[in-house]
C-alpha cells in the first residue's frame, strides 16, 4: 500500500493493526510485549505519515478523528502517548481543532486522566497561551506529581516558555520533594541556556549553588554571569552572609581566591575544620595568620576540654601541619600554648609525640 501510495489502504492497515495490537499490550510482558509494541508504534508512524502527507482532507481528517477518540478512552500506551500528544495538539492551530481539545477537556471529570491533561496542556502552548497552562495546573496543586509529569511533557515538546512558566511558579510553591525538585530546576537551566537567557541562567545557577555548594555549579555560575559577576558575587556573598552560611561562603570566597575577605571570615566565624580546608592558601605568604589562628583556635578548644583525651585532639590537629613542613610554625604554636596553659601536665608530653625523640629535648 506504501509503495503503490495507496493511502486509504494504508490508513485500513495501519488502523486495524494498531488497535488490535494495542489491547494485548496490557496483557504480555519482557520481549513479548516489547515486539508487539514495536509494530504498535509502527503502525502509528503509518498513521502519521499519512496524516501529514499529499492525502484528501477527508482521509486527514479520519487519521486525527481516529486518534483522537482513541485519546478519549486514554487508551495510548505510555511508551506512545508523547507522540499521540505531539500529533494531535500541533493542529491546535486551527481553531476548530482547539474547541475539540477544549471540549475534551471541559467534559472530562476532574481530575482528568494524565493525557487528556497534557494533551490540552499543549494545546494552550501551540496557542501560544503559556500562562493559561499555569491556570490550570493550579486545580491540580494536591498531587505534585501530576504537575511534574505535566512541566516534563511541556519541555520533551519543545513548549519551553510554557514549561519556564509552570516550573517556576510551581517551584516556588515548594510543593515537590528534594528530588523532583532537583529534576525541575536542571531542566529549566537547560531550557534558559538553549534559549540564551542569561537572567534566568544565573537565577537557576545561583539558587543551585546556594542549595548545594558545588564548585562545579560557581564555575557555571561565573561564566553565565559574564561582565555582570562583580555584582553577582557580591549579592551571593550577601545571601550567604545572610543565611550564615560560613562553609558555602568560604568556597565561594577560596574560589575566587579572595584571601583578604576569606581570612576575615575564618577570624570571624571560622573552626578548626575550616582553617584547615584552607590553610593551603595563605601558607605561602600569609604564615603569620595562619599560627595567630592554630593559636586562637586551639586555645579556645583547651578552654572547654581538660585532661589526655584534650591534648592529644591538639596533637592530631598540629600533626596535619606538621605533615605539610611547617616545624617551625609547630614549635612556636607549641611552646605559645604550653605558656598559656602551664597547669596541663599532659600537654607537653603529648605535643612532644609529634617529633623524634632525638629532637624532643632540644624543642
Known sequence: ?????????????????????????????????????????????????????????????????????????????????????????????????????????????????????????????????????????????????TIKDAFLQLYYLKHWEAATQVGEYFLNKQLFNPGSAREMENVLLFIAEQQNDQARQIHWLRRRFLTTGHQELFERLRMAAADQWPSVRQELIRELVQKGDTIKTASLLASENDLSQLAQLLEKDG????????????????????????????????????????AQHVRLRLAELLHKGETEMVIRIIRALSTQFPERLSLPNELAELFPKSKRKEI
Open 1 to 145: 500500500a506504501i509503495l503503490n501510495q495507496d493511502y486509504r489502504n494504508q490508513y485500513l492497515i495501519s488502523w486495524a493493526l494498531f488497535t488490535k495490537i494495542q489491547p494485548l499490550l496490557t496483557k504480555t510482558e519482557g520481549n513479548k510485549r516489547n515486539a508487539l509494541l514495536h509494530f504498535c508504534q509502527k503502525a502509528f508512524k503509518g498513521l502519521e505519515q499519512i496524516g501529514h502527507g499529499s492525502v484528501s482532507p477527508e482521509l486527514r481528517e479520519k487519521v486525527w478523528e481516529s486518534l483522537f477518540d482513541w485519546g478519549k478512552m486514554d487508551l495510548f500506551p505510555n511508551e506512545m502517548s508523547r507522540d499521540a500528544i505531539k500529533y494531535l495538539s500541533i493542529t491546535a492551530s486551527d481553531p476548530s481543532k482547539f474547541d475539540r481539545l477544549n471540549a475534551l477537556f471541559d467534559q472530562t471529570p476532574y481530575p482528568a486522566p494524565a493525557f487528556t491533561l497534557q494533551l490540552f496542556l499543549a494545546a494552550l502552548a501551540v496557542r501560544k497561551r503559556p500562562e493559561a497552562t499555569v491556570r490550570v495546573l493550579e486545580d491540580y496543586t494536591e498531587n505534585p506529581e
Open 271 to 310: 573552626d578548626m575544620n575550616l582553617l584547615q580546608r584552607y590553610e593551603h592558601l595563605f601558607l605561602p605568604d600569609q604564615k603569620a595568620f595562619v599560627e595567630k589562628m592554630y593559636v586562637e583556635l586551639l586555645s579556645k578548644y583547651l578552654a572547654n576540654h581538660f585532661g589526655t583525651p584534650a
